[in-house]
Nanobody, 123 residues
Framework: QVKLVESGGGLVQSGGSLRLSCAAS????????VGWFRRPPGKEREEVAR????????EYTHSVKGRFTISKDDVEDTVYLQMDRLKPEDTAIYYC????????????????WGRGTHVTVSA
């Protein structure tokens, strides 16, 4: 099972930027896809973006399109979330999670999770 560790959160003014990092260790050869999720205060967790590990294809939720960019560094085994033009509604705990190959062409759901990093955007 892969281990994921998030970092880079903090306090930022509205309109500012942050870059979150998700460092992967362990069975990285089994990675299929890595995603960023967030849980705003008092709300349910939602998906923000995801990236394919081998192909690099990306997907974003509508509310962050044009503002957030997910990317990966294959040398450092790290996934990034560049967040620009931040808004107060982006305030949340941000998590990264991974889908992994089980056997053959079967893949897991997002079952490996990091501990999260806090992002607070002030008005």
């Amino acid at each position: 099972q892969v281990k994921l560790v998030e970092s880079g959160g903090g306090l930022v003014q509205s309109g500012g930027s942050l870059r979150l990092s998700c460092a992967a260790s362990g069975r990285r050869n089994d990675l299929y896809e890595v995603g960023w999720f967030r849980r705003p205060p008092g709300k349910e967790r939602e998906e923000v973006a995801r990236i394919g590990w081998s192909g690099g294809n990306t997907e974003y939720t509508h509310s962050v399109k044009g503002r957030f960019t997910i990317s990966k560094d294959d040398v450092e085994d790290t996934v990034y979330l560049q967040m620009d033009r931040l808004k107060p509604e982006d305030t949340a705990i941000y998590y990264c999670a991974a889908r992994e190959y089980l056997w053959g062409s079967y893949v897991s759901s997002f079952g490996s999770w990091g501990r999260g990093t806090h992002v607070t955007v002030s008005a």
